[in-house]
């Protein structure tokens, strides 16, 4: 637990930037793709975007582009994404756990964890968990006045594996927690829906495959959730 946790920063290390992919050199969605062609299995590479749940080089082009994530420039590479994520809890003390998601391709990415945001470059832990709570919790929530975050309660988790969205990419989360109180939540099971597919292929545009084929980034339509004990697992996602 940390004292100062409201103004703690996102962290990407890069005073060491020789360590890591330059974005400028990267250039595109297409350069991306190059050097993940230099660095990693073709077999991993060609499931993503295509095996259900998983995301594509668009995708993770975007989340390099704002500043979400480094890619350290070895073979294979590693992913570091810092995570915010929110332990919102109800009246009962149950938490509330995102137990799916509707991608914009219509396949289903399963969670069973707190709603979590990744992080953008200098930005607080404070700042990451309500704009996560206002992204995906949408017209559902209203107001962000109704958002109260137990800073006390902050604590921070390093791990590594395999990335699901990425199969094959090593990607150490930083995992910062937070409990929150939402007031006016549906007591019940209840979704959300979420532009996210419309936001991110608006903000960055169409790139191509090395197939010629017209591909953007798969974004989330539709965030599941359920009231959960406050002593239920968390699952791997």
């Given at each position: 637990?940390?004292?100062?946790s409201g103004s703690l920063l996102q962290d990407h290390g890069l005073s060491t930037q020789?360590?890591?992919?330059?974005?400028?050199?990267?250039?595109?969605?297409?350069?991306?793709?190059?050097?993940?062609?230099?660095?990693?299995?073709?077999?991993?590479?060609?499931?993503?975007g295509v095996e259900p749940g998983t995301k594509n080089v668009i995708n993770l082009w975007?989340?390099?582009?704002?500043?979400?994530?480094?890619?350290?420039?070895?073979?294979?590479?590693?992913?570091?994404?810092?995570?915010?994520?929110?332990?919102?809890?109800?009246?009962?003390?149950?938490?509330?756990?995102?137990?799916?998601?509707?991608?914009?391709?219509?396949?289903?990415?399963?969670?069973?964890?707190?709603?979590?945001?990744?992080?953008?470059?200098?930005?607080?832990?404070?700042?990451?968990?309500?704009?996560?709570?206002?992204?995906?919790?949408?017209?559902?929530?209203?107001?962000?006045?109704?958002?109260?975050?137990?800073?006390?309660?902050?604590?921070?988790?390093?791990?590594?594996?395999?990335?699901?969205?990425?199969?094959?990419?090593?990607?150490?989360?930083?995992?910062?927690?937070?409990?929150?109180?939402?007031?006016?939540?549906?007591?019940?099971?209840?979704?959300?829906?979420?532009?996210?597919?419309?936001?991110?292929?608006?903000?960055?545009?169409?790139?191509?495959?090395?197939?010629?084929?017209?591909?953007?980034?798969?974004?989330?339509?539709?965030?599941?959730?359920?009231?959960?004990?406050?002593?239920?697992?968390?699952?791997?996602?």
């Amino acid at each position: 637990m940390s004292s100062s946790s409201g103004s703690l920063l996102q962290d990407h290390g890069l005073s060491t930037q020789s360590k890591y992919a330059e974005f400028c050199a990267i250039g595109s969605a297409q350069g991306l793709a190059r050097w993940l062609r230099t660095r990693m299995i073709s077999a991993h590479l060609d499931m993503w975007g295509v095996e259900p749940g998983t995301k594509n080089v668009i995708n993770l082009w975007v989340e390099l582009a704002e500043g979400e994530i480094t890619l350290e420039d070895s073979c294979p590479p590693k992913r570091t994404v810092n995570v915010a994520s929110v332990n919102i809890r109800n009246k009962s003390g149950q938490v509330l756990l995102e137990s799916h998601q509707e991608m914009g391709d219509g396949s289903i990415r399963f969670r069973n964890r707190p709603l979590s945001e990744k992080m953008k470059a200098g930005e607080t832990v404070e700042e990451g968990c309500k704009r996560g709570i206002c992204e995906e919790l949408g017209l559902v929530l209203g107001s962000p006045d109704k958002i109260e975050l137990l800073m006390d309660s902050y604590e921070k988790k390093v791990e590594e594996r395999d990335s699901l969205s990425y199969p094959g990419l090593l990607t150490c989360y930083v995992v910062h927690s937070v409990d929150a109180v939402v007031a006016d939540l549906p007591e019940t099971d209840f979704f959300t829906e979420e532009d996210e597919d419309g936001r991110i292929n608006g903000n960055h545009g169409f790139s191509f495959s090395s197939s010629g084929t017209r591909e953007k980034a798969i974004g989330v339509k539709k965030h599941f959730w359920k009231w959960v004990p406050n002593n239920a697992p968390e699952q791997e996602t």
